[in-house]
Every structure is written in structure tokens, then in C-alpha cells.
């Protein structure tokens, strides 16, 4: 085989080659299972930004926004006693 020449799994080879991007997105994914959160409605991310954090009686209300997309959506908290 030259170097020019791709090699190519034989016939019956599960092997299968991954992108940086396809890994990490793996990474993500697996991490956010793990560790739970809030899912974009949008995107699929769950990296979020809170821009506001405000109390309404025994309760906290946060504005957050998606790092990935830009969408905004409201979350209401329960403080634990």
C-alpha cells in the first residue's frame, strides 16, 4: 500500500473512526447523564448560563441562557432546609 492510499476496514470489520467533534460530543453526553441537568429544548445542550437570580418567597427564580444556542428559559428552585 502506498501512502497515498487510504487503508479501509475489511468486510465484517466493526471498526468505526471517530472526529474529535463526534468524541467530544460523546464526552459531553456521557458527562451530562452522569451528572443530570437541564436539557435545551433547542440545541440539546446543557450548558447554561444564569444571567438572573431573583427570591420569590421560599423559592429562587433563575433566567438562564444556553451557552451552545442563545435560548433563554425560566427555572424555579426550591432552597433546601
Known amino acids: 500500500m502506498t ?8 468486510a465484517g470489520s466493526e471498526e468505526e473512526v471517530k472526529t474529535g467533534a463526534e ?3 460523546e464526552a459531553d453526553a456521557a458527562r451530562a447523564e452522569a451528572t443530570g441537568g437541564i436539557e435545551c429544548p433547542k440545541c440539546g445542550c446543557r ?6 437570580t431573583g427570591p420569590k418567597g421560599t423559592l429562587v427564580k433563575r433566567r438562564r441562557q444556553c451557552r451552545n444556542c442563545g435560548h433563554r ?5 426550591r432552597i433546601e432546609t
Do not use: V
Request: charged residues 30%; without cysteine; proline residues 5%.
Open 47 to 52: 450548558h447554561w448560563r444564569i444571567y438572573k
Open 3 to 10: 501512502r497515498t492510499e487510504k487503508s479501509q476496514p475489511r
Open 23 to 25: 468524541m467530544a460530543a
Open 73 to 77: 428559559l425560566g427555572t424555579t428552585e
